[in-house]
């Protein structure tokens, strides 16, 4: 059975015009989403760097422009610095705060880590996850996450060593480690 000529453009045009008509409304729902879920992101990560810091009344200047020695020690540690943030109070700098993307199970896991100028961690949120609901998701509680608060970065942080895994998310619990770790990297190469 030959196909004719005909046939095969007409297919092709309807194939190309639905594909066009698929990209404009696509294009349309990006313009008309892409403010919200940016303000949605900024104030995710706005309650994130209030959970990581102990100090009452804290400022979060940005670093404008991250040095690459911090970006590639971050790298090192399996993360990917994004964002730097100066932490003072009183006027005087108490720590810092990153913006730090690790892999986990299902997709990629965004948390802020904060840690002090002595290197150790003052608290950790995630800030979005696409783990499994109810398993890997579970990395983003507060009683996991308060496992790592106060620990020396002076050291990798290793599963079993000082905090314990969420049962059934050994992925997920090690892309936030590799979160942690690369923060503190990062701090470690600001020094």
């Known amino acids: ?43 995710k990560t706005e309650e994130a760097l ?14 404008e422009e991250i040095p690459q020695a911090m970006i590639d020690a971050a790298n090192e540690q399996g993360g990917k610095l994004s964002e730097a943030y100066e932490v003072k109070s009183g006027g005087d700098t ?17 948390m802020i880590v904060g840690v002090d100028t002595d290197l150790t961690v003052t608290g950790v949120s995630i800030v979005n996850n696409s783990e499994t609901k109810g398993i890997g998701s579970n990395v983003a509680t ?11 970065g002076t050291q990798n942080i290793t599963l079993g060593q000082g905090y ?14 590799k979160g942690v770790n690369a923060a503190l990297a990062a701090a470690e190469a600001m020094n």
Do not use: R
Not at 50 to 63: G, H, I, Q, R
Not at 142 to 152: E, R
Not at 164 to 177: E, F, I, L, P, R
């Open 1 to 43: 059975m030959k196909i004719e000529g005909k046939f095969i453009f007409k297919v092709a045009g309807t194939l190309t015009a639905i594909s066009l008509v698929v990209a404009l409304l696509l294009g349309l729902t990006n313009m008309l989403t892409a403010d919200k879920i940016a303000a949605i992101n900024k104030q």
């Open 50 to 63: 209030a959970k990581v810091v102990s100090a009452a009344d804290c400022e979060f200047p940005p670093m």
């Open 94 to 110: 108490i720590g810092y705060a990153f913006k730090v993307t690790a892999s986990g199970s299902q997709g990629n896991i965004v």
């Open 142 to 152: 507060d009683s996991f996450l308060a496992q790592f608060d106060g620990m020396d």
């Open 164 to 177: 314990d895994a969420v049962t059934g998310a050994t992925v997920s619990t090690k892309g936030v480690t």
